[in-house]
């Protein structure tokens, strides 16, 4: 009875699998979701009921053109029978140096009445990870430890991160004592991309090396070494664990971009297409930001129900309004929060939805207040998203809570010292220094983030107001070009009319601007 590929339940003894859910019901009514290859591996017992499997034909069509050894296999069949339940060990047999048998009547059960299609809470083709044991000195069972309080906290920080799935920690237990093959690992787990590392222990000092892969062709995406001091060992784990997210996600979204290139647009995902769309936001210039538009609009025509393309298209509008580009403020202010909104309703815990509707409310309401304790929660919600902890430091410095806001921005930027937008999180981290009226400290953040992408308009404005304070006005006026050639509609009546800052703060910050020569 083949039914690979189908969502019907196929009851066998006193059990019985819903695969299009991958749960397999006990006896008593216990549901166990199995992890894809224990599915497969029930699923070829069920195609061949009565009749002994043996091992090498399990292995070419569970693993098929992977080198697997045998412990693989016994791993699933403990899974399932204990998955059984009491009637696991009855049900399915082992005959030594032959096979598996799998007894009692298969047979399909009565279909029940379609249950109403779930709201999708991720986009279906979103990048999935497993953290692998470490390799650690067997002789001492401190090296152990440790690693483990690594792994730990790598995966903590990862499962933040709303754009990756995370393998439960557990589950990749399976590969502590296996040599590594990436592509054996990605299929048994079900994840495109596997990390695996290695600590060692010497005259007091500790040296973590980490190996990030994917898992179609076993290539190694990134490999980075950690050194620290033993006595340090509890913060060398915390920081070890933030440095390492902060790393990898930037490569795991440039190879997830790099595979929605390679696609034919017949087989583009919702997906793919924000991944491309933020390729062109990135750039910050009109004409890909234009593109971008369109892909995001692509995106929700392919998944109406994904929250991602409305959250960035939300986004999209800010950034027009950031740049001074738009037309029409108040209508893509509204515009923007009505998408926000959208994205919301599809996802409640959408926490870079949930971080976007809170910018908003301070940058386009000046609801600062609200603002705050919104982004309070989205970093509860999804606590290693760079972007809101950037966009809860510029809510404080319009609040003019400098050191507050400080922190949240380096935090923001230790999360993400790599990726696409980290020229937001070093703009922040130089907004936040003028706040505090460190204003050598925000002239240098100004230019780094200027250096990293040149095309952010608010930064530019930042570095002026920043060499005028310190009383550096000819390099103010020397950098005013730069500003224009991005924003060539600035004016200081259009900016004050826009901009989040309030009172004595948004006059100081205009009359820095005008001492530059800015237009009027």
Known sequence: MEIRGSARKVRFGECLLDEGRGVLVAPGGTETVLRPKTLDLLRLLLAN???????????????????VTDDSITQCVVELRKAMGAAGAATLKTL?????????EVAEAPAAPPAPAPISRRADDRPSIAVLPFRANAG?????Y???????????????????????????LAFAQTSLDP??????????????GGVRRAGGRLRVTTELSETERGTILRTDRYDGVEADLFEMQDRIAEQVAGLILPQVKAEELARAMRKPPSSLTAYDYVLRALDEMRRMDRSAMDRARLLLDLAKQADPQSALPYSYTAWWYSLRIAQGWSDDVAAEAEASGRFADQALERDRQDGFALALRGFLLGYMKHAFEEARRILDQAVAISPSNALAWS?????????????????????????????AFTFLHEHIVAQAHYTCENHDQAIAWARRAAKTNPEHAPNWRVLIAGLVAEGRVE?????????????????LAGFAARTPLRGAMRDRFVERLAAAGLPA
Not at 49 to 67: K, M
Not at 183 to 191: T, W
Not at 475 to 491: D, I, M
């Open 391 to 419: 966009w809860g430091g510029a809510v404080r410095c319009w609040l003019g809570e400098g050191e507050e806001a400080l922190a949240w921005a380096e935090r923001a930027l230790r999360l993400a010292p790599s990726d």
């Open 475 to 491: 390099e103010a006026r020397a950098e005013v070009p730069r500003l224009l050639a991005v924003e060539p509609g600035f004016s």
């Open 49 to 67: 009921p009565g009749r002994v499997v043996p091992r090498a034909e399990i292995l070419d069509t569970v693993w098929p053109g992977l080198f």
């Open 96 to 104: 030594p140096r032959r096979g598996y048998l799998l007894q009692g």
């Open 140 to 144: 001492d069972p401190r090296d152990a």
């Open 183 to 196: 592509r054996a690992a990605g299929s048994e787990l079900g994840v495109r991309y596997v990390l695996y």
């Open 146 to 172: 440790f690693a483990d309080g690594i792994i730990e906290g790598i995966v903590h920080v990862l499962s933040g991160l709303d754009g990756l799935f995370v393998v439960s920690r557990g589950s990749a």
